[in-house]
């Protein structure tokens, strides 16, 4: 799995749009980007997930770049139930979920 | 359209009982994965199974844990002769055959050693 490479932590205003960036700079051609995210104390949730195409549901869009190196994760809206540890993943299918210490986001009031 | 479910939620053991944790995959789910979280760390993957077969058990501890996925039933992560650093909580986690979602998870059975 190619490692990949997020900041420790990272603050938000309640409303504004969080960006959560994610670097993987050794992916290979097969493997995809995962997001979850583990709000306190909770089992992680699968937010979004792609290849190389940017990707959008309902709760956040995925943007990554053209030589797939990096991505980021967009919340638009940002509200305090956001708050939590988010994890960034690059693996190919039927491969383990290896979960790296990710990005604590905090939205703050 | 229930998800994982895991039980129990919460688990309190003295020193050398044992535990054991069930998790029941969602509806269409074949492949099962647990993980476990010690207090204030990351999630560490432990064991992967298929229905009556261990597929990669490369982060299970050697000695006193175990994992099964029967045919018939939930998958048990069975833990003997628990200790205090056993004290974690436990994920589960659910996919289809391409995992091609992603995987599923439960809300975690909360295991404290007294």
């Known amino acids: 799995d190619a490692k990949t490479t997020q900041p420790t932590s990272m603050d938000c205003a309640e409303g504004r749009a969080a960006n959560l960036p994610c670097n993987h700079s050794t992916i290979s051609g097969n493997e995809y980007v995962y997001w979850y995210r583990q709000i306190h104390s909770q089992g992680p949730q699968y937010i979004i997930h792609g290849l190389k195409n940017n990707e959008t549901n309902e709760m956040a869009s995925l943007i990554i770049t053209e030589d797939r190196k990096s991505s980021t994760l967009i919340l638009p809206h940002a509200t305090l139930r956001d708050t939590a540890v988010y994890y960034c993943i690059a693996i190919t299918y039927g491969q383990n979920f290896v979960f790296g210490p990710g990005t604590r986001l905090s939205v703050l009031p | 359209n229930a998800g994982v479910m895991q039980n129990p939620r919460h688990l309190v053991r003295r020193r050398g009982q044992e535990a054991r944790l069930r998790c029941s995959p969602m509806?269409?789910?074949?492949?099962v994965y647990w993980y476990r979280q010690l207090p204030e760390e990351g999630l560490k993957f432990m064991v992967y199974l298929q229905k009556e077969n261990i597929i990669d058990e490369s982060g299970m501890p050697k000695e006193r844990f175990s994992a099964e996925f029967p045919k018939e039933g939930p998958s048990i992560l069975r833990i003997q002769q628990v200790v205090r650093g056993d004290s974690a909580a436990y994920f589960c986690a659910s996919s289809s055959a391409t995992g091609r979602h992603g995987y599923t998870f439960g809300s975690g059975t909360r295991l404290t050693v007294v």
């Open positions: 509806k269409g789910h074949s492949h």
